[in-house]
């Protein structure tokens, strides 16, 4: 079983090519070869052997190994005990990114994979999706992103990331957070239970690398945000503080005048003003 994808421009960042299944005749080989994309096979049974960089594996069920685009590889069935495998093609400007979170490179590129049937199960999923008439490259993209997810939580390949990364990471989570919530009444609780940190040891780490506390961050935020709504004249100061997690108009301007020195109103006033001037 083989199917080959045309992929859309609609999924960019990661997408299928192909994926298939075959029960390999004793001997049966590929290469030495290059492909154009990333290819994964995962070994349901019997064993072979995979040659990459002038080194030579020897792979059983359980394992698998990762093929990189313009590296030149060959893989061969065992004669005595053939494998089966499995395999998903894919591409796309975060697979490498996506990898390497869990562990694969050109010079790690073996899968261990022996906790239960999730891979082959979802290779049997990528074949059911053909009943979507509409929104096949959606499910089959998200198939694909749930098998790298699964790989990145359970795979033995990934390295240790060390504690100045570790940091980094979690400063990135904490801002990417207020990105995506600030319109709600979140608080610094909140954003520790979602990261997995305790509340103490995460306004630490933050203050440490921002210079400012997740509280001011917040604020400051939602202040910025505030002052790009104030050019759409169809929103009221109270639409734009109900928009920027303020149900309190009073307690909005009370921050907005600490942060930006005045009132939004007045603010406003003066953008406008500012605006009409330039456009004059």
Known sequence: MIEYLSPSKQHT?????????EDCL?????????????????????EGIFEVGGKKYKLRKGQGFLICPGVITYYQADTVNPWTYCWIGFNGTLAESLLRNAGFSITSPILCYERDDAIYELIMSMSQSQSYRHARETRLT????????????????KLPTPPESRAEIYVEQVQLFIENNYAQKITVGDI???????????CSLFHQRMNM???????????????????????SIGDISRSVGYHDPLLFSKMFKKVKGDSPRHYRALSQASSSIDSN
Do not use: W
């Open 192 to 202: 520790a239970r979602v990261i997995g940190l305790n509340r103490s040891y995460l």
């Open 213 to 235: 506390s997740i509280q001011d961050y917040l604020i400051r935020y939602r202040m910025n945000k505030a002052c790009e709504m104030m050019g759409n004249v169809e929103l």
């Open 13 to 21: 960042e990661l997408y299928l090519t192909q994926y298939g299944m």
């Open 142 to 157: 998200g198939l694909l992103y749930s098998m790298l997810a699964m790989l990145m939580e359970f795979s033995p390949n």
């Open 26 to 46: 004793p001997g049966h080989f590929f290469g030495p070869a290059v492909r154009t994309h990333y290819l994964l096979h995962y070994i349901l049974e019997g």
